[in-house]
């Protein structure tokens, strides 16, 4: 099953009619975080650590529904923390497809197996599940052996039964640039819609900074991973991967990936969480966003998040013809395998 059609016209119309209406602000996809507890502890994660007096808490069914019709986008993305630890993340997933939206679960695909006995495929519901390059790398990276094999055999499950299956990569300081060009390519020669890669935020939260790479050196890793000779197919549109090469600049739109906690709505972002909302039009004041985003807060200066510069790229399509024409035409090829090995 591969990406559909209907995602990509549903979101174009939606995108349209609120700019119609005069709205500055209005997000495109939820973060929905129906629990922070995780089964796995990697170093880099900023989440199990900054919830850490609330890990034991989950939202209900009702209110992940509650937020998401409150943000009214047409994508919702559940993380977290572990989403398929949730005791009931099939029936949320459910009520949320059936109601057609385009639900993209991540997951580090421990539980993955036993969550596809109760939620069945469809074209409005993705596995996005984490790796971080091959066996050796991805394993050293979440601190646990086994993990890397059990994602492989879940994604080959997946695709076997018909889900829709993405990857999503973070990239941090030191990383073996062959590993992970070798691990793209896997996934691409297995049928996956694409991978999703993003450099690590420098989460203050994390004991180890060194972890983290810098706007300058990640642009440096991008100018050779993401090179498209390689012919591996990515998910994250065309303009952002240019963004992420260095070669166009944008400003931070994550207003448009509002974040909901166990705590509420995260403000400003899903990267800063200065405080939680339970008003979710507080998130799109104008006073906020002139205090963050890159030039505006030290915090920002090396973000390249897709959650805040993806949106941005794909607004900018909107206003900019030769843009609009670069993410179509770059897009289509991706999607069809077109120079994939």
């Not at 591969?2 to 609120?18: C, S």
């Not at 109601?99 to 409005?124: D, G, H, W």
């Not at 076997?160 to 691990?183: P, S």
């Not at 920002?300 to 993806?310: D, Q, R, S, T, Y």
Request: glycine content about 8%; proline content about 5%.
């Amino acid at each position: 099953m591969g990406r559909p059609i209907e995602l990509a016209l549903r979101l174009g119309w939606y995108i349209l009619k609120n700019k119609a209406t005069g709205r500055k602000r209005f997000p495109l996809v939820t973060m929905l975080e129906p629990l922070e507890a995780c089964n796995l502890a990697c170093e880099g994660c900023g989440r199990i650590r900054e919830y850490e007096p609330v890990i034991s808490r989950y939202l209900t069914v009702e209110q992940c529904l509650t937020a998401v019709k409150e943000s009214g986008a047409p994508i919702v993305s559940i993380a977290g923390g572990e989403p398929t630890m949730h005791p009931k993340i099939d029936e949320i997933v459910n009520r949320l497809v059936a109601q057609k939206k385009f639900v993209y679960m991540c997951t580090n695909a421990l539980l993955m197996e036993r969550v596809m006995k109760k939620i069945p495929p469809s074209k409005y519901f993705c596995f996005v599940v984490h790796l971080d390059g091959m066996e050796e790398a991805h394993d050293k990276s979440v601190y646990r052996k086994g993990v890397w094999k059990i994602a492989v055999r879940g994604i080959k499950v997946a695709l076997e039964q018909g889900y829709r299956v993405t990857t999503n990569t973070t990239v941090f300081n030191g990383l073996d640039e062959a590993d992970l060009i070798a691990m793209f390519k896997m996934m691409t020669d297995m049928g996956i819609e694409g991978c999703m890669v993003s450099p690590g935020y420098q989460y203050d939260s994390v004991p180890n900074q060194e972890l983290f790479i810098s706007r300058r050196q990640a642009r440096e890793v991008f100018k050779r991973v993401l090179n498209p000779k390689l012919g591996i197919r990515f998910y994250n549109n065309p303009l952002y991967l240019s963004f992420l090469r260095g070669e166009r600049e944008y400003q931070c739109t994550a207003w448009s990936n509002p974040t909901y906690t166990i705590m509420g709505w995260r403000e400003p972002c899903y990267l800063l969480g200065d405080r939680h909302t339970q008003n979710f039009k507080d998130l799109m004041k104008q006073d906020l966003w002139d205090r963050y985003g890159v030039g505006n807060d030290p915090r920002c200066a090396n973000c390249l998040m897709h959650c805040g510069f993806e949106s941005a790229s794909i607004f900018d399509a909107l206003g900019n013809p030769k843009a609009a024409f670069k993410m179509l035409k770059e897009g289509a090829l991706q999607n069809s395998g077109v120079g994939a090995s």
